[in-house]
């Protein structure tokens, strides 16, 4: 038995058609899968709660691993967002290379994302990150962009 591959990280949303305005024209990802209503014994068995109806999509760039954006329809979830705090135990981010971390920084800051920041210049070797900062999604999920050097010929490092 393995894992075969990484396949979409999760994120619950309160306004899918929001959020995904927000994934496709703020970070110009593009819906892989459009919103589709799902409901009956399967989703609530692999979710966990009978009675289950959630709107899903997903988004990402076409490199096998998709955003996919959950709005819980029943059971309703809380409209609390992630904890300000990135070092609870169990808060989490989605991390996405860039080609410009400083770029993205400031027209996220100008279409007024709430950003941490900003990204400063660290010297150091593919694969770390060079330049690397955290911003929410509308519904405050957090977010990564990070910008490294090219990867080394050979190189297999993620």
Do not use: C
Not at 26 to 50: A, C, F, H, N, Q
Not at 56 to 67: E, K, P, Q, R
Not at 127 to 143: I, K, M, S, T, V
């Amino acid at each position: 038995m393995e894992i075969k591959g990484l396949y979409h990280t999760g994120f619950v949303v309160s306004d899918l058609e929001r959020t995904l305005a927000f994934y496709t024209g703020v970070l110009k990802m593009r819906v892989e899968r459009p919103p589709t209503e799902l409901s009956g014994e399967w989703i609530s068995d692999v979710v966990g709660y009978p009675g289950t109806r959630l709107r899903s999509a997903f988004v990402g760039i076409g490199d096998g691993h998709s955003i996919e954006l959950l709005q819980y329809l029943s059971p309703p979830g809380s409209r609390v967002p992630n904890p300000a705090d990135r070092n609870r135990v169990g808060a989490s981010h989605a991390g996405m290379i860039v080609d410009d971390a400083r770029g993205w920084y400031e027209r996220l800051k100008a279409a007024g994302v709430e950003t941490l920041g900003p990204p400063a210049l660290r010297d150091v070797e593919y694969p770390w990150a060079r330049y690397a900062f955290y911003f929410r999604d509308p519904d405050g999920n957090w977010l990564e962009f990070a910008e490294r050097a090219p990867r080394p010929a050979g190189s297999k490092a993620n």
